[in-house]
């Protein structure tokens, strides 16, 4: 195949891959949870007196990251197990298109329905803070683009467990095994950074062997930095949010996500399919 035919086949998965996860009825769940935004973020706020804009911004953010990562397993999980499970990829792979074609087009349609999540998460959160704000007389000023970093930290993070998802989804023969394995790294990613400030600061001496450390070090380098990608105090404080910051988390996902997605196409097009 020459160059052109692997972009038109790049581009078709990619559209099937979108268009299945519309089909899923997963936006319609997303414009559900949007009017909960709109209503819920002043109520919450209201049990603050003192600071309700902050808590609305930090409730809305915190919201997108916990549904943006629920709908990436869903998705994620949904790509490749589900189809092989179902046969439905047969026919595509029959086609004259390699494994790491497929994959790279799935990984393309999952980018942009995870970005599209986002923008809608995030467009209804803004509205929901935007509200809470209409209703005071000296409303704070706040940045809304630390609001859009922190959003866009949350993108991010959605790439690498996605990435990191393909990878366990192309050598598992459930979906099960991949959605654990994804459930953990996800939850080692969220807390290695803290574990490893409270190695560096001193106040683990004595409480941890070495071997230990050695073991809780590894895993920082191992496991992906989901810390990386939360900018929330930023945003909810109006702290200036250093461009080589959001530079370097930018980078560190680009890394992870193609060294992921390599071994996932070696893995892949290694495998034996039903």
């Known amino acids: ?94 086609q004259p298109i390699s494994r790491s074609l497929y994959l790279l087009g799935k990984f393309g349609g999952f980018t942009a329905l995870i970005g599209i999540t986002i923008v809608l998460l995030g467009f209804f959160s803004y509205l929901g803070v935007w509200l809470t704000m209409a209703g005071m007389k000296n409303p704070p000023d706040i940045s809304w683009m630390n609001f859009m970093i922190s959003i866009a930290g949350s993108f991010e993070a959605c790439l690498v467990l996605g990435a990191v998802i393909i990878l366990f989804t192309s050598f598992a023969t459930s979906a099960i095994l991949p959605f654990l394995l994804s459930c953990a790294v996800y939850a080692i990613g969220q807390s290695t950074q803290s574990v490893i400030r409270y190695i560096e600061s001193g106040m683990a001496k004595g409480q941890l062997s070495p071997g230990l450390k050695a073991i809780v070090k590894g895993a920082y380098y191992i496991f992906p930095n989901f810390a990386l990608f939360d900018f929330k105090v930023q945003a909810i404080y109006s702290l200036r949010t250093p461009a080589k910051l959001f530079g370097v988390s930018a980078v560190y996902a680009l890394i992870y996500v193609s060294l992921a997605l390599f071994m996932a196409t070696v893995v892949f097009s290694k495998r034996d399919l039903p």
């Open 1 to 94: 195949m020459g160059k052109a035919d692997n972009i038109r086949s790049f581009l078709s998965i990619t559209l099937a891959t979108v268009k299945g996860g519309v089909r899923d009825r997963l936006y319609q769940g997303i414009g559900l949870v949007g009017i909960f935004f709109i209503f819920s973020t002043g109520i919450f706020s209201s049990f603050s007196m003192r600071q309700p804009v902050e808590v609305a911004i930090n409730y809305s953010l915190s919201i997108i990251q916990v549904i943006s990562a629920l709908v990436t397993l869903f998705l994620g999980l949904n790509l490749i197990s589900s189809e092989i499970d179902s046969k439905a990829s047969h026919p595509v792979l029959t």
